[in-house]
């Protein structure tokens, strides 16, 4: 399925799937973009909705830009799309890959979102950014020092970034949601992902074999499967 693509404001977008009454805004991860491979599985799941996809910074068609993917801006622009999203269709549902998943849970509060579909969510970002300074042995001291800090994983720890995560629990989630993660997933350990689970009465799907990046032959089955089983008739 072929997306049109248009503007939100400043943000690159994409819409996908015949007119509907429903949408679902897709928030994609880390190195990836509005035309992430999961969103094509889940127009495919999903005839009778549309999906709503978009840029983060430094992502897609914005990479270039000066804008940087940071917590605070990534939620202001996801708020922008469901803005947009509210104001076009009846029912908004929610897809987010990874990190886009932990954007949501700061941005979707006090929203009507039907139904949350996560895929290896990133739901505590604050524990993961503790794991990532531990593998590289970067102090709390030495980032409030230096600011910002680049990792050979590729991601750069930011000292403001740290501050925001850290004044940002995640305490609410009412909206029913699916979570599929994959057991092998080094960045999202198990217990991290069953507690979110056991706390916000979400249903967990576990992938043996699989890890935080879906993308082999048998991961993207697995996610088909998932995306077929759960979707709205």
Same mark, same amino acid.
């Given at each position: ?76 622009? @996801?708020? =922008?799309?469901?803005?947009? &999203? ?6 908004? !549902? ?5 990190? %886009? *998943? ?84 080094? @960045?999202? =350990?198990?217990?991290?992902? &069953? ?6 009465? !979400? ?5 043996? %074999? *699989? ?23």
């Amino acid at each position: 399925m072929n997306p049109q693509f248009f503007q939100i404001g400043h943000i690159p977008a994409a819409l996908w799937g015949p007119p509907s009454e429903r949408v679902i805004v897709t928030v994609h991860g880390a190195q990836s973009s509005k035309t992430d491979i999961t969103f094509h599985h889940l127009a495919e799941a999903f005839p009778h909705c549309q999906l709503l996809s978009f840029d983060l910074p430094e992502h897609g068609d914005r990479k270039n830009e000066s804008i940087l993917c940071k917590p605070p801006i990534c939620v202001q622009e @996801l708020t =922008a799309v469901l803005d947009y &999203a509210e104001n076009h269709w009846n029912k908004v !549902g929610l897809f987010a890959v990874s990190m %886009g *998943a932990y954007f949501s849970l700061l941005a979707c509060p006090g929203r009507n979102i039907f139904h949350a579909w996560f895929l290896s969510p990133v739901v505590d970002m604050e524990r993961l950014t503790h794991d990532i300074m531990s593998w590289y042995q970067i102090s709390e001291t030495r980032l409030k020092t230096e600011k910002a800090i680049p990792t050979p994983m590729g991601q750069t720890l930011y000292w403001d970034d740290y501050c925001y995560i850290r004044s940002h629990p995640i305490e609410y989630w009412p909206f029913p949601t699916g979570i599929l993660w994959g057991a092998g997933d080094t @960045l999202v =350990a198990r217990y991290t992902i &069953a507690a979110f689970a056991k706390r916000f009465h !979400g249903r967990l799907r576990i992938v043996e %074999g *699989a890890g935080h990046w879906f993308h082999t032959p048998e991961e993207m089955k697995a996610l088909s499967c998932w995306l077929r089983e759960t979707a709205f008739g």
